[in-house]
C-alpha cells in the first residue's frame, strides 16, 4: 500500500539551530501537509502546498518556518532557528486531487523534534 | 466555541460492547467529515470519512452525520482491546479547505 515517509523519525538539536524534516508524499498525490502535535495536545495544521506553491498556512507557521519542494518526490519543513516550543511530532501528509481523495489525509509516522 | 470539539475522555468500554464516540464543530457549511485513529506514539490513520447525512459503515464502524446539529459520531461494534487508542475527529473548513482536527477521544477497551 502506498505510503508517505518522513526522515528522520527523530531529530535532536540545540534551541537556535536550523532543522530541516523530510517528506516522500505518496506519489500520484497533489495536496502535501504538515502537521504538528506536541505531546498530550491536538494535531495542529501549520501549512498546505499544491501546484509547487503554499496554499494555506496557519498563525503557527511563521517566517522561521519554510517549505519547499526541491524535486519531484521531496517535501521539506525547514525551521530556521528552533525554539524550545517547537518540540513536537512533525506529520506529514498527502491528499490525492478530486472526488473520493480529496481531502482524504494519508500521514506519513512523524518526525519527532526535541528543542534543548 | 472551539472548531472541532470531542470530550477527552478516557472513555471506558467492556470488550464486545458498542463504543460511541462524539465530536461537535463550529463552522456551518463543512461539507467533509473524518475520524482517525492513533494510537500511542503513531500517527493518525483514517478510518472513515463521511459527506452526507445519515449513516455510512464499514465493517463494525459506523459514522453518523447531522449536519443541522453539526454532530458528526462513530460507533465501534463489538469492541476489541486493539481499538484502544485516541480517536480524531476531523472536518474540512470550508472557507480555506483546512482539515481542523479536534483535541481527540481516548478510548480504553476493557478485557
Known amino acids: 500500500e502506498p505510503e508517505v515517509t518522513q526522515t528522520p523519525s527523530h531529530q535532536v538539536t540545540q534551541m537556535g539551530q536550523e532543522v530541516i524534516l523530510r517528506c516522500v508524499p505518496i506519489?500520484?498525490?497533489?495536496?502535501f501537509y504538515w502537521y504538528r502535535q506536541i505531546l498530550g495536545q491536538k494535531v495542529e495544521f501549520l501549512v498546505s502546498f499544491y501546484n509547487n506553491e503554499i496554499s494555506e498556512k496557519s498563525e503557527i507557521f511563521d517566517d522561521q518556518f519554510s517549505v519547499e519542494r526541491p524535486d519531484g518526490s521531496n517535501f521539506t519543513l525547514k525551521i530556521r532557528s528552533t525554539k524550545l516550543e517547537d518540540s513536537a511530532m512533525y506529520f506529514c501528509a498527502s491528499s490525492g486531487a478530486g472526488g473520493a481523495g480529496a481531502n482524504v489525509l494519508t500521514f506519513g509516522a512523524g518526525s519527532r523534534l526535541t528543542v534543548l | 466555541q472551539k472548531e472541532v470539539e470531542q470530550n477527552s475522555g478516557p472513555l471506558s468500554v467492556p470488550e464486545g460492547a458498542i463504543a460511541s464516540l462524539n465530536c461537535t464543530y463550529s463552522?456551518?457549511?463543512?461539507?467533509?467529515f473524518f475520524w482517525y485513529r492513533q494510537y500511542s506514539g503513531k500517527s493518525p490513520e483514517l478510518i472513515m470519512s463521511?459527506?452526507?447525512?445519515g449513516d455510512k459503515e464499514d465493517g463494525r464502524f459506523t459514522a453518523q452525520l447531522n449536519k443541522a446539529s453539526q454532530y458528526v459520531s462513530l460507533l465501534i461494534r463489538d469492541s476489541q482491546p486493539s481499538d484502544s487508542a485516541t480517536y480524531l475527529c476531523?472536518?474540512?473548513?470550508?472557507?480555506?479547505?483546512?482539515?481542523?482536527f479536534g483535541k481527540g477521544t481516548r478510548l480504553h477497551i476493557l478485557p
Open positions: 463521511i459527506y452526507s447525512n
Open positions: 506519489s500520484n498525490h497533489l495536496y
Open positions: 463552522d456551518r457549511v463543512s461539507q467533509s
Open positions: 476531523a472536518v474540512n473548513r470550508r472557507r480555506d479547505d483546512k482539515i481542523i
